[in-house]
């Protein structure tokens, strides 16, 4: 059972989470050379979510026992079933050490699509189960009210800062660029840079991360965020400081984008193209910004390693690697 308090404001948030989990779960989806797995059901979810209010500091309390089913089609379309089972969703539990079992049903042949799901599959699983938990923390929290030191009732509660940039690990490149003309007709003086970065994880899934809508709230914390995952879709998020469109999307290849903070000047907006490229077990990200206002060129660099590279890798744990 989790623990409950008779001092301060609790939410039963076990509701949501059942059907948050089984939204993300039924999204778990990766593909090989020998032919696709899914998530198909959610045979059960056990366990139950709370978020408490103790002199002004929100506790999430969650602890679930989690079953699906995955199907398996190789590329000649025979269909394969498996099961799913994490047993120690816990707040107690970081998420590296979940346990997540993968097998085929009973009475089904051995297949390398087993294989597949147990390496790429797991890893997707981990990655729907981190998920959850970040929304728990910011999307479901937004309503609580939080006194202040004071006693005195906030309307908001406090998001976590997102890591700091590491600049050392980051590699960076920049030059300045012709100007271009704003709305109102003033040119602008800009630039172009470059950065590169790696992820622990699959090309597809942080192809993902960036154009899903649940994920990118998740990493940015925030709640209101809104990503269209469509060719001229449109995003507004960290708080409306930044927003934008996607011009093109290549799936697990490149996102092109229309991209700007909300105090450059109005209506401008620099290119922003990410290029994935597979390095086996890790996707190396290569990110080319042009029309930068060149005032803004530091700021806008540690923009997207702050809260784009380091928030992505600290929420879904690919600047680590797990044994």
């Known amino acids: 059972m989790l623990p409950t308090s008779t001092i301060g404001t609790e939410r039963d948030v076990t509701d949501w989470s059942t059907n948050k989990l089984k939204g993300l779960l039924m999204g778990v989806r990766v593909e ?121 009732p906030s309307a908001k509660q406090e998001q976590p800062a997102p890591p700091k940039a590491k600049m050392d690990k980051t590699q960076a490149g920049s030059s300045t660029s012709a100007s271009s003309k704003s709305a109102a007709g003033v040119k602008i003086p800009t630039c172009k840079f470059s950065l590169k970065d790696t992820f622990l994880t699959a090309p597809e899934e942080l192809f993902r991360v960036f154009v899903n809508h649940e994920m990118v709230r998740a990493f940015t914390h925030d709640a209101d965020a809104v990503v269209e995952n469509q060719r001229g879709g449109k995003f507004r998020l960290l708080d409306g400081n930044v927003s934008g469109e996607f011009l093109d999307l290549v799936p697990d290849e490149k996102i092109v984008m229309k991209w700007r903070f909300k105090t450059w000047p109005c209506e401008h907006y620099a290119t922003v193209t990410l290029t994935l490229k597979d390095k086996g077990d890790e996707t190396d990200l290569h990110l080319e910004a042009r029309g930068v206002p060149t005032n803004e060129e530091e700021r806008t660099k540690e923009g997207w390693q702050r809260y784009y590279f380091e928030g992505i890798k600290q929420t879904f744990g690919f600047g680590a690697r797990l044994y």
């Not at 899914?38 to 709370?50: F, I, N, P, R, Y």
Request: with cysteine; aromatic share 6%; glycine share 10%.
């Open 32 to 152: 090989g050379d020998q032919g696709t797995c899914e998530v198909t059901a959610v045979d059960s979810l056990e366990g139950e979510a709370s978020i408490n209010n103790r002199k002004g500091k929100l506790i999430h309390f969650y602890e679930w026992h989690v079953k699906a089913t995955w199907t398996g089609t190789t590329k000649s379309g025979i269909k394969y079933k498996g099961s799913i089972e994490v047993p120690n969703l816990s707040d107690e539990n970081d998420m590296d050490d979940l346990d997540i079992s993968i097998g085929l049903c009973k009475d089904e042949p051995q297949t390398p699509l087993a294989d597949l799901m147990k390496k790429e599959g797991a890893r997707a699983v981990r990655l729907a189960l981190g998920s959850y938990i970040s929304l728990l923390k910011t999307e479901f929290s937004q309503g609580m009210i939080l006194p202040t030191v004071n006693g005195v």
